[in-house]
């Protein structure tokens, strides 16, 4: 079972940025289509960015053209570059492997995004 270490998140302030990583032990991570998700108090978890193996990319309507996910297979890690941040965004951020259509591994601890003046 792979592990998951999410990091960056901070307070920021509207229209801030913020670049979240995550790095995943074990073998075989440049061929997993990877996803980061949101957990805001209350709601249920959603997936925000997803990256294939082969590098492309889709991205949840609320986080279209703002968001940018992206990978480097050398460090087994994916990021995700949070542009021109919302009070609404405002959650812990989680990254898991998609298999599927449906997150594959045991949740990490997740990293913690407040967007607030």
């Known amino acids: 079972q792979a592990q998951l270490v999410e990091s960056g998140g901070g307070l920021v302030q509207p229209g801030g940025s913020l670049r979240l990583s995550c790095t995943v032990s074990?073998?075989?991570?440049?061929?997993?289509?990877m996803g980061w998700y949101r957990q805001a108090p209350g709601s249920q978890r959603e997936l925000v960015a997803t990256?294939?193996?082969?590098?492309?990319?889709g991205y949840a309507e609320s986080t279209k053209g703002r968001f940018t996910i992206s990978r480097d297979n050398l460090k087994n890690t994916v990021y995700l570059q949070m542009n021109t941040l919302k009070p609404e965004d405002t959650a812990v951020y989680y990254c898991?492997?998609?298999?599927?259509?449906?997150?594959?591994?045991?949740w990490g601890q997740g990293t913690q995004v407040t967007v607030s003046s």
């Open positions: 898991n492997r998609i298999a599927r259509g449906s997150p594959n591994y045991i």
């Open positions: 990256i294939f193996g082969n590098g492309t990319t």
């Open positions: 074990g073998n075989n991570f440049k061929i997993y289509t």
